[in-house]
C-alpha cells in the first residue's frame, strides 16, 4: 500500500499553493481571468474550480496523516493540470499564462509526486 510521503513538507507546500490559488481566484487578478477566458470556460463554471482546488489542498493535507490519501490526490491534482493543459491546446491559447501557470503547475505537482515517493 503506498504510505504518507517520504517529504512531508512537499506535500503541504502543493497544498499551499493551490490553496492560495483558490483563495486568489474568488476575485481573480488579470493573469487568471486572461486564462480562463482563454480556454473559453464560461465564467458562470469558474466556482468550479474554486471548489476543486480547495477539495484537492484539503485531500493532500489528510494525506499527510493517513496513508494514500495524499498520493491519490496527488494523481488528481496531476489529472486535472493534464486537463487544463489540454483545454489551453484545444483552445490554442498558448500564450505566458500557458507555458508559467498550468504547465508550471503541472511540473511542479508532478516533482512533488516523483520526490515525495520515490526518492
Keep these: 500500500?503506498?504510505?504518507?510521503?517520504?517529504?512531508?513538507?512537499?506535500?503541504?507546500?502543493?497544498?499551499l499553493v493551490l490553496f492560495g490559488d483558490a483563495v486568489m481566484s474568488f476575485r481573480p487578478p488579470v493573469f487568471i481571468q486572461r486564462?480562463?477566458?482563454?480556454?473559453?470556460?464560461p465564467r458562470d463554471w469558474w466556482w468550479a474550480l474554486i471548489a476543486v482546488k480547495l477539495l484537492a489542498?484539503?485531500?493532500?493535507?489528510?494525506?499527510?496523516?493517513?496513508?494514500?490519501?495524499?498520493?491519490?490526490?496527488?494523481?488528481?491534482?496531476i489529472g486535472y493540470f493534464l486537463c487544463a493543459a489540454y483545454a489551453h491546446l484545444r483552445a490554442r491559447f498558448l500564450k505566458q499564462e500557458f507555458w508559467l501557470n498550468c504547465l508550471g503547475m503541472?511540473?511542479?505537482?508532478?516533482?512533488?509526486?516523483?520526490?515525495?515517493?520515490?526518492v
Design 106 to 118: 503541472l511540473a511542479f505537482s508532478v516533482a512533488v509526486l516523483v520526490v515525495g515517493y520515490v
Design 57 to 77: 489542498a484539503a485531500g493532500l493535507v489528510v494525506g499527510l496523516r493517513f496513508p494514500g490519501v495524499a498520493f491519490a490526490t496527488n494523481i488528481a491534482v
Design 1 to 15: 500500500m503506498i504510505d504518507t510521503p517520504h517529504h512531508w513538507w512537499l506535500t503541504a507546500l502543493l497544498a
Design 35 to 41: 486564462c480562463l477566458d482563454g480556454v473559453r470556460l
